[in-house]
DNA sequence: ACTATTTCCTGGATGC
DNA sequence: TGCATCCAGGAAATAG
């Protein structure tokens, strides 16, 4: 399930590939049921223009295009954005055209330099959308500062591990760099938000920003199958500390990690570890 | 204005 | 072996 690191991840083998190529032709399938644009609205803005740049916005890739050609509503080099969010068990492909089509395709896009790039996603609770000015809304929990960080809990009762969960807050966190955030600052998921004190944000913000920044070193975590655009597993998931390891001793104090649900997800804690 | 719950979707795991 | 059931979860929609 690509968070923040994994799509960090792809995002950037995205750009390193694709950057420069030229979009000839885009084919959707049936029911990519995309955000506010659609099917048509996607093709036409993605047909005939270079890929200038590829980022990620939270949860988010953000494919920067520039039209090549005049067109008949808008000027050469106007500004356009493909954004693609891959849900649970999205991917992007970059292959060679004659690889055989996989089941759960729903966008091929040719480029002119002969590949094409693919979207697959089995669960299709991925999205494809287009903008001119995406705003993922959250903040960026990497480029954040101390200050913004801890009023963004003022006051809320919601669990912290539901408010670290909330795109409109932070974006790009999910439920398994929740999970390990909290258990490296000694929190318990269903803790108040409102509850924690100072002392208690500045250890949750430093460990967010920890734990995604060794993931992305690591290439995120492959659990569910993910895999980058180049194929390629992650190691993260190897570092995980609670996540997944429910009945398992804890690594720092041997307790058994501890699985409860919270707002519908599963959320593990070592209950010696975090209080 | 918040917060909590339900819904979407399919493959894989589990159980009888 | 086969069929039914449950579970995973991001975020929009809905309910409270």
Known sequence: MPE????????????????????????????????????????????SRRIADVRRMGKHIVFELVSAR??????????AQWIVHLGMTGSMLVCKPELEIAKHTHAVVKLASGRELRFVD???????????DFDAVGCEPLDVKLDRFITLFHGRKTPIKSALLNQKLLCGVGNIYADESLFR????????????TRENLCR???????????????????VSHYVDSD?????FQLEHRVYGREGKRCLSCKAAIKRIVIAGRSSHYCPKCQK
């Open 204 to 222: 949750l913000y430093k460990s967010v920003q920890e734990v995604l920044k060794e993931a992305i070193a690591l290439g995120g975590s492959s």
């Open 4 to 47: 923040l690191p994994e799509v960090e991840t792809i995002a950037r083998g995205l750009a390193s590939r694709l950057t420069g190529d030229f979009i000839e032709s885009v084919w959707l399938g049936s029911k990519p049921e995309p955000l506010k644009s659609s099917a048509a609205e996607i093709a036409a803005t993605l047909q």
């Open 70 to 79: 005049e067109r008949p509503s808008e000027r050469a080099g106007a500004k």
């Open 185 to 196: 600052a000694g929190i318990r998921p269903r803790r108040r938000a409102v509850s924690l």
């Open 231 to 235: 194929g390629q597993e992650g190691s």
């Open 122 to 132: 089995p669960r299709r609770f991925g999205r494809l959308s287009v903008a001119r």
